[in-house]
């Protein structure tokens, strides 16, 4: 089994940063891949970007060039790194491990971006 700990949520001012952390604990050589997701009221999880075993990611187009999502093996920590936040970038913010077809899930951590 894997365990999930993300950090780094809070509350920015639109154009502002903030650096989001998931550490994975247990089985992590079982993992395939990791990434994020984004949570809003209302509306369905969106797969904002993911990090593949190869190092290979991808980023939907709403977060391309403003998110960066990077891993520390050594520290079994993936990071998504948040540039020129916006408004509509609010939510809760899910990490996420893939190992087979199955999804491990954090607990969630709000961001919160102010016009």
């Known amino acids: 089994q894997v365990q999930l700990v993300e950090s780094g949520g809070g509350l920015v001012q639109a154009g502002g940063s903030l650096r989001l952390s998931c550490a994975a604990s247990?089985?992590?050589?079982?993992?395939?891949?990791m990434g994020w997701y984004r949570q809003v009221p209302g509306k369905q999880r969106e797969l904002l970007a993911r990090?593949?075993?190869?190092?290979?990611?991808n980023y939907t187009t709403s977060v391309k060039g403003r998110f960066t999502i990077s891993s520390d093996n050594a520290k079994n920590t993936v990071y998504l790194q948040m540039n020129g936040l916006k408004p509509e970038d609010t939510g809760v913010y899910y990490c996420?491990?893939?190992?087979?077809?199955?999804?491990?899930w954090g607990q969630g951590t709000q961001v919160t971006v102010s016009s």
């Open positions: 996420f491990a893939l190992i087979r077809l199955s999804y491990t």
């Open positions: 247990g089985s992590i050589a079982s993992i395939n891949d």
């Open positions: 990090i593949f075993r190869s190092g290979g990611t």
